[in-house]
């Protein structure tokens, strides 16, 4: 990998700036893509816009910038987007600060402003060399999301396709799934969950495969097919159906018959048990009847030093004394029998008892 710092001038970085939605925006003689797919929209507000003029204009430095060079000698920022669409702006005299615009300054004025120097980074290498370095900037900087990271280096065709349906607020996989899904589709999270679903968690090795590909159809068509099994599925949406690891289960059990009413029946029973203590949790329980989704509400530590004290300290099972420390809680009547988290349900078993009856 190579990482070199260069002095990039504001009128070689304002060159050919170009804002428009079909060729993006560019920048730096058309060289520089300053918004890549994986880039966040434009969210400086003026006071913020402004006090970068008016850096340059005092001649004070700002922050480096990282760009990535591309296979085909171009570049695309890593960090320093609002900074850089800022300069150009202001530049292309699209605003003016302090009433003035660049075009009304005297020219020696304009002329500091446009040779003021900005220190820039630039990483060539291989993709994950790139995003080595790339993860190492961010946690320094805060600057991307993970799936931001991947997106600069698997950029291209499908990440710009895949970037239509699932960054922004206002897109399709938003309006389709925010009841569904956590995270911002704005900071790429929708599309790091959709990829994360249809790879089966291999995100890298996905985008690696995919990088080329004129468009994400596949990941699409996947995600739309999640969520209608979702909606079929789990007839009635509850604000806790957020978050939960839908594409896992759907890439399980879509295939199965579900009595959607005895599935709704549950669900609502499930939610007045005061035992069940993470109702998300309730829609994988269902399918797998795995009780550690629910996480069932634990005995406190008076039940057990109650429960203790009856057993004279021994183990209900092998009848050998423990220290309190040793042993655990156990339902008499199993929860899913209907045995409710209560004094008068609790037996104390030594570990290996304990292990032994739930079968781990």
Known sequence: MKIELKEITVRELAADYNDNDEGGVVGYGGKLDIRPPYQREFIYGEKERNAVIDTVKKGFPLNVMYWAVREDGDFEIIDGQQRTISICQYVNGDFSVDGLAIHNLPKDKKDEILDYELSVYQCTGKDSEKLEWFETINIAGKVLTPQELKNAVYSGSWVSDAKRYF????????????????????RQEYMETAIKWISNNAIKDYMSKHQKDKNADELWEYFKKVIAWIEATFTKKRKFMKGVDWGTLYNKYKDKKHDTKKIEEETAKLILDDDVTKNSGIYPYILTRDEKHLSIRSFTPAMKQKVYEKQKGKCV????????????????DPWHEGGKTTEENCQLLCKEDNRRKSGK
Do not use: Q, R, V
């Not at 099972?317 to 008499?332: G, V």
């Open 167 to 186: 960054s922004k607020s206002t897109g399709p996989a938003y309006g389709l799934a925010s009841d569904y899904l956590t995270g911002s589709a704005n």
């Open 317 to 332: 099972k092998c009848k050998k004394e423990f220290e309190l420390s040793a042993m655990e809680a156990d339902h008499i």
